[in-house]
C-alpha cells in the first residue's frame, strides 16, 4: 500500500516563500510520477504541478508557473514544492498525489494515490 505524507505547510504573508514535501513509502518510489493538487475553500482540487518518475519531465498550472518549482529527490523517496512569491490566492489545502503511469495525470479522477494535505494560508 503507498501511502503519501505532506509536510511544510503553514501560514505566511504575501511574498513569502514555503517548501512543501512530500514522503512516499510502501511502494518503489521511481515507478510513479508524482503531482501536487491544491484546494481552496469553497472551491473544486485543482492541478498545481507534476513530476515525471525520472523527474525529467515537470508540468505546471498557469496560475503557478514561474513561481512554483516541483522536484523529486529518489535517493529519498521525496517530492518537494518550492513556492515563491506566495499570493493570497495560493491559500489551500495542498495534497500530494501519485500514479504509476508512465506520464504526468492532471485527471485526479485518474490518480491512485493520495496523501491527507497540507494547509498553506498566505496572508494578505
Known amino acids: 500500500q503507498v501511502q503519501l505524507v505532506e509536510t511544510g505547510g503553514g501560514w505566511v504573508q504575501a511574498g513569502a516563500s514555503l517548501r512543501l514535501s512530500c514522503a512516499v513509502s510502501g511502494g518503489t518510489f521511481t515507478r510513479y510520477m508524482i503531482d501536487w493538487f491544491r484546494q481552496a475553500p469553497g472551491k473544486g482540487r485543482e492541478f498545481v504541478a507534476g513530476i515525471s518518475r525520472t523527474g525529467e519531465t515537470t508540468l505546471y498550472a498557469n496560475s503557478v508557473k514561474g513561481r512554483f518549482t516541483i522536484s523529486r529527490d529518489n535517493a529519498k523517496n521525496t517530492v518537494y514544492l518550492q513556492m515563491d512569491s506566495l499570493k493570497a490566492e495560493d491559500t489551500a489545502v495542498y495534497y500530494c498525489?501519485?500514479?504509476?503511469?508512465?506520464?504526468?495525470?492532471?485527471?485526479?479522477?485518474?490518480?491512485?494515490?493520495w496523501g491527507r494535505g497540507t494547509q498553506v494560508t498566505v496572508s494578505s
Open positions: 498525489a501519485a500514479d504509476s503511469s508512465l506520464w504526468i495525470i492532471i485527471d485526479q479522477t485518474r490518480i491512485a494515490y
